[in-house]
């Protein structure tokens, strides 16, 4: 247990927490929506600090990162809780259930423990993922300072619903972030999320401004955020406020592993094909299918000639282009190599 880096302290005990968009007014003896942050006697405290859930080396394009690092691996690190309550969670065992634990669960590793194990498997890089890194930022930013020093690279795999503040923490030490624009409508985001789409979309705005590298990814969920009028709309964010070198990730739904969508279907094939023509016609250079390995569309091309330059299956890379650029007429592929 940690005091929460950022809050406000109000009247009668009562505080504000100022990590994520929520903003949080939290009672004495409550906690805020991610359920790891209480109210203690007027003080803020953070519950699931040093608290490994997970902690594996993964392969970067996992996260998915297709254009940084490709081909590296990474330390994936997660803690319990998260800011949102998506009705097709994945990992809703320790996103959610977590939420009313007097005990939050996970494995007692310091910030120095995950760097060394990190440095131990030779990764090139630590990933905070499986639940929101906002909500376990205090642990985060630790482990990324010690991670910076060491000569690796943090990843954040991020809902984006992030406060002003904690990107200004954040900032200094993030190389690389996977973003989650889940759907383009506020009306989707609080029936589906519990949440807002605005601070997401200015959080993407933001860390590109930065000079953090970005890819958006949005998961197809049938009769909710598959609709070609929402593909449109995504891609043309992405083109005009984040740049057309963006990577964009349209993933495949799978309603038997998530939360509480089980009996939706699937994503068709023809939705994910219609979707990626939506955003190559859009302008965008990279546009990839994920959760259905084989497809073309899981491979880079040349943005100008259309040669195929990296090419994958699931995870694993079977051609990678050695100098970050095209074999064929030698354009570059917007490849962050180190």
Known sequence: ????????????????????????????GKRGICGVRENINGQLFVLNYGKA???????????????FLPGSSSLSVGAAGCN??????????????????AEMPGKELSPQEIVQEAL??????????????????????DIMKLAKKAG??????SNGFMSKESREEVIPFLDACNIDIKGFTEEFYRQTCGARLEPVLETCKNLKKAGIWIEITTLAIPKRSDSPEMFRKIAKFIKKELG??????????SGAISWKLKKTPDTSLKTLKSAYKIGKDA??????????????????????????CIQREGYKIKNLTLDGNCPECKTKLDIIEK
């Open 84 to 101: 949102f309550s998506c009705l097709n969670c994945q990992n809703y065992d320790i996103s959610q259930n977590c939420k009313n634990l």
């Open 283 to 308: 302008g965008l250079k990279y546009v990839y299918t994920g959760n259905v390995p084989g497809l073309d569309s899981e491979n880079t091309f040349c943005p100008q000639c259309g040669a195929l």
């Open 120 to 141: 131990k498997s030779k990764t090139a890089s630590i990933s905070y993922t499986y639940t929101e890194p906002t909500i376990f930022l205090e642990y985060a930013l």
């Open 1 to 28: 247990m940690k005091e929460v880096l950022l809050y406000k302290k109000l009247e009668r005990e009562n505080v504000q927490c100022q990590t994520c968009a929520h903003g949080c007014f939290i009672l004495p």
């Open 53 to 67: 859930l997970a902690c594996n080396v993964d392969p970067i394009e996992k996260k998915p990162l297709f254009h």
């Open 244 to 253: 057309e070198e963006t990577p964009w990730h349209i993933n495949r739904f």
């Open 152 to 157: 690796l690279k943090n990843v954040w795999v």
